[in-house]
């Protein structure tokens, strides 16, 4: 899908994250308090890329995870914008902006992966309401 034909699919907002690599406002995306048991997906393509059971309050304002559900559907890169050195991550299948992932968080492995709202469809376990 190109970047005209997911203007049409995607809200402004959900253009500038996912396609400009812009980030939504701390603590006012949808799925920052989800709680519920699922699967968190790409909002562009549907690729499985995180999981509820590696969700954590970070209390940074967006949703956390401490791993992706697959190494294989994210891809890191480096990113100086904004006078930093982070490391971002993308969805590996269409490429689009999904946050950053930060080597602070909890678990064996101890990162953060800061994800945008905006980014993500939730999809609920079958048995969740």
């Known amino acids: 899908m190109n970047d005209d034909d997911l203007k049409q699919k995607l809200t402004p907002e ?11 406002a701390p603590f006012s995306g949808e799925l920052y308090n989800e709680k519920r ?4 997906v790409c909002k562009v393509c549907g690729t499985e890329l995180f999981s509820s059971d590696t969700k ?6 967006w949703p956390s995870f401490t791993d992706p559900t697959n190494l294989e559907h994210v891809t890191l890169a480096e990113d ?7 490391t971002e991550v993308l969805c590996k299948q ?6 950053h ?6 678990g064996e492995k ?3 992966y800061c994800i945008n ?13």
């Open 80 to 86: 100086t914008s904004h006078g930093m050195v982070r």
């Open 110 to 112: 101890g990162t953060r």
């Open 14 to 24: 959900e253009f500038h994250v996912l396609r400009q690599k812009g980030t939504e």
């Open 94 to 99: 269409c490429g689009s902006h999904l946050g």
């Open 117 to 129: 709202s905006v980014c993500l469809n939730f999809v609920p376990t079958s048995h969740e309401k």
């Open 101 to 106: 992932v930060f080597p602070d968080g909890p």
């Open 56 to 61: 954590f309050d970070s209390g940074t304002g």
């Open 37 to 40: 048991i699922g699967t968190y």
